[in-house]
């Protein structure tokens, strides 16, 4: 109880009481792990009967061991915030990257805060987006980005006034946004890539719009196919961060999204002259961080190989990858 002396200075009265007590180190602990996972932190679980309530009662015990030593560890250092933000960012919650073989659903729910992923933040994406493929997801009138613009809110970001809590888990409307996003940006940058010098390229450093997994009479390449391959190992490591040797299942998943589109459209190439055109929009006409008309000489306007198309195919799949759109 505030004595009536103390009104006058309530609240530096009040903080000082609620920093003594010991659920001021715990609740620091719970904002911090929130911010840097985005997960809550567990509860602890009430349902004796549940089959998996014994591995749960693991989950929440191992977590309330981790968060009271570093609860001791932040008082031992005089409230300093830094030791929180090591212990979590040290610990399995925020490093945990893979289970080495399937997971029982004991196990399942004993490793449920372990590992997974955070949706990016519409600030977060954006930056990525410009990290990874060199441009921004813009508009091209104004070159506002869209994710500070008018998607922000639509997905899930805040306007600090009357939207104040950000969403952490993606609905149908954000699903929606980010396959836009991968498509725009695949259609936006693919051809510009494609067009300049392979030594200054954030993208296709290996292949050319020449590199064609057949020949004109259907049989294979062998050295084109490992070329995409390559650049598929690369986009893979750039985009999604993953390092994957050019046998790995998911290089060939990928390839065959390549020539698979590769195949379908240079078929339609073949019997329509004009399927040969590239869509306006995604053209290699202008530098899109500018909106400066290129060169003639590096102008890309037509895709009779149709290897710029089945690249935008292959960079829609990577930059709608879960990997991608969560951290």
């Known amino acids: 109880t505030m004595p009536t002396s103390e009104y006058n200075q309530a609240l530096p009265w009040l903080a000082k009481r609620a920093a003594e007590d010991p659920r001021f180190v715990l609740g620091t602990i719970y904002t911090t792990y929130t911010a840097l996972t985005g997960l809550a932190p567990l509860d602890y679980p009430t349902d004796a009967e549940s089959p998996t309530y014994t591995s749960q009662l693991d989950a929440w015990q191992a977590q309330d061991a981790l968060f009271t030593k570093i609860g001791e560890a932040f008082v031992l250092t005089d409230y300093n915030l830094k030791t929180v933000v090591s212990g979590i960012v040290r610990s399995p919650y925020f490093r945990a990257k893979n289970a080495e073989e399937p997971l029982t659903d004991e196990l399942l729910a004993e490793y449920v805060a372990l590992g997974g992923g955070r949706l990016s933040t519409p600030e977060r994406l954006a930056r990525k987006i410009r990290a990874v493929t060199g441009v921004h997801w813009v508009r091209p009138w104004d070159l506002a980005d869209y994710l500070l613009a008018e998607y922000k809110i639509l997905y899930g970001g805040i306007d600090a006034d009357t939207i104040t809590r950000r969403l952490t888990q993606m609905n149908g409307l954000m699903a929606g946004v980010s396959l836009r996003m991968a498509n725009e940006v695949a259609c936006g940058i693919t051809a510009y890539d494609l067009s300049l010098p392979s030594d200054q390229r954030n993208l296709f450093p290996h292949v050319s719009l020449?590199?064609?997994?057949?020949?004109?009479?259907?049989?294979?390449?062998?050295?084109?196919?490992?070329?995409?391959?390559?650049?598929?190992?690369?986009?893979?490591?750039?985009i999604l961060g993953e390092t994957l040797e050019i046998d790995d299942p998911e290089i060939e998943r990928?390839?065959?999204?390549?020539?698979?589109?590769?195949?379908?459209?240079?078929?339609?190439?073949?019997?329509?002259?004009?399927?040969?055109?590239?869509?306006w929009q995604c053209q290699a006409r202008v530098n899109p961080a500018t909106q400066e008309d290129l060169p003639e000489s590096q102008v890309i306007n037509q895709d009779p190989n149709y290897t710029v198309r089945a690249w935008m195919a292959v960079m829609t799949y990577l930059l709608s990858d879960y990997k991608f759109l969560y951290e």
């Open 210 to 238: 020449d590199h064609l997994p057949e020949g004109a009479s259907g049989q294979s390449v062998p050295d084109a196919i490992d070329d995409i391959k390559t650049n598929i190992v690369y986009l893979h490591a750039r």
């Open 254 to 279: 990928t390839y065959q999204v390549f020539y698979g589109t590769w195949k379908e459209g240079i078929d339609i190439v073949a019997n329509d002259d004009g399927a040969a055109y590239l869509t």
